[in-house]
């Protein structure tokens, strides 16, 4: 049994490798778009948000139909929706508005295979187990991302973006393809109804709302942070004296290989929270993680091999907790309600998701040419500072969480 989870866990994290081409593969080519249709950071920033409103809308209505409808044709026909998003994006974008409306299609197609993913890990695996597996599907999606970033900045070197573009619409029909197999004889497990109903399973369900909050607090910060990675290191390789084209080439494949890096966290942190409690694990990393982002931005006044160092170490913590909050949802709301609490939990994390970057956008506007100090430019240091109060809230509502009686339930009182 233990052997057939692990075959079935390693194949639905191919299919996401596959899916997620398209999740981050307009940073890649942000700054290019930026300079082609005259946009302005804030506008650049609310292509990316308007893809997160796009996941949101889906994501929480597939999530709850997950408790009704079989997730098998939920996953592979959004997979497919967001292949053709992407599609038409590569093929009819041509400046701010025709990109919005290709790019929140593509987002609704994304909304549908994460969550309902997940919840199938959660069904497969006991909590004693659950940490370790869902940290795995999360570090699938994680380096899914950062291929995302790779493969389009590559591409675009050689063919232009939108090539690459097409071919990461071909890279989703293929893992969409790959999960026939995967959804063989599958049958969605009995629904059981609580006493308490939705409302007391979800709405006054402290300790889950709070594990909630802590979610979108996250989402805040690792967003804004994986949105402008690849801008960001553009920009500073123009600075430190890179040819502008070079600089956006060189640039996603450093952002890919910094978000990659976060492929090797969520197992890790995963199996960690199975051991030391899902609250601990959450505080600690997002302790850390807040740290960086504060300091993160500045570091474009100061030179590469510094830069790339602190970027690996940002990298690996800004999504190391991602896969812990949702193991903990799963240890606080009964089974036959979890697709109504992950469609929550989607609404508020993604939430704060789609308006992170478009904040961050405003504040490289808003500081823009701001030198506190000869010599030393601002923007970035004060964008990177605005996604850290993610990274400080969350502790917080871990804290609060802690306090409350039920969460006691959270991994057989391992809290």
Not at 375 to 391: L, S, T
Request: aromatic share 14%; net charge positive.
């Amino acid at each position: 049994m233990i052997r057939s989870n692990t075959r079935w866990l390693l194949l639905l994290c191919c299919c996401q490798l596959f899916i997620m081409l398209v999740f981050i593969n307009y940073s890649a080519v942000l700054p290019i778009l930026r300079q082609e249709w005259g946009m302005s950071n804030t506008r650049a920033g609310m292509i990316f948000s308007v893809y997160q409103l796009g996941y949101i809308a889906s994501g929480v209505l597939l999530s709850i139909l997950t408790d009704r409808i079989n997730t098998k044709h939920i996953f592979i026909t959004a997979a497919f929706c967001s292949a053709a998003g992407n599609l038409l994006f590569a093929l009819y974008a041509h400046d701010f508005y025709s990109g919005m409306m290709f790019r929140a299609l593509t987002g609704i197609g994304m909304g549908g295979t994460y969550m309902p993913g997940l919840k199938l890990v959660a069904e497969r695996f006991v909590p004693a187990q659950r940490g370790k597996a869902i940290g795995i599907y999360v570090g699938s999606l994680v380096l899914g991302g950062s291929l995302s970033l790779a493969v389009t900045g590559w591409l675009t070197g050689f063919y232009g973006w939108r090539i690459a573009f097409i071919a990461c619409s071909i890279g989703v029909c293929i893992g969409a393809l790959l999960s026939f197999p995967l959804f063989a004889g599958y049958r969605p497990p009995h629904r059981t109804s609580s006493e308490m109903g939705y409302t007391g399973e979800i709405i006054k369900n402290r300790p889950a709302l709070l594990m909630i909050l802590g979610y979108g607090a996250h989402m805040w910060e690792m967003y804004g942070m994986r949105s402008w990675l690849a801008p960001f290191f553009s920009s500073a390789l123009v600075g430190w004296g890179f040819e502008a084209a070079r600089a956006t080439g060189f640039a996603s494949t450093i952002a890919a290989v910094l978000i990659g890096v976060g492929a090797f966290s969520t197992a890790i942190t995963g199996s960690l929270s199975d051991r030391f409690g899902r609250t601990a694990t959450i505080s600690v990393v997002m302790v850390s993680s807040a740290a960086i982002s504060f300091i993160f931005g500045w570091l474009i006044n100061t030179n590469l091999p510094l830069t790339l160092a602190i970027g690996l170490v940002y990298g690996y913590l800004v999504v190391a907790e991602s896969p812990v909050f949702s193991t903990g949802l799963t240890e606080l709301v009964a089974p036959g309600y979890l697709g109504a609490a992950m469609g929550l939990q989607s609404l508020i994390g993604y939430s704060m998701g789609m308006i992170s970057p478009t904040v961050f956008g405003w504040a490289l506007d808003t500081f823009r040419d701001w030198k506190p100090l000869p010599g030393i430019h601002a923007e970035w240091g004060m964008a990177f500072a605005f996604i850290a109060i993610g990274g400080v809230a969350g502790p917080v509502f871990m804290l609060l969480l802690r306090r409350t009686p039920e969460s006691v339930k959270m991994a057989g009182g391992n809290r």
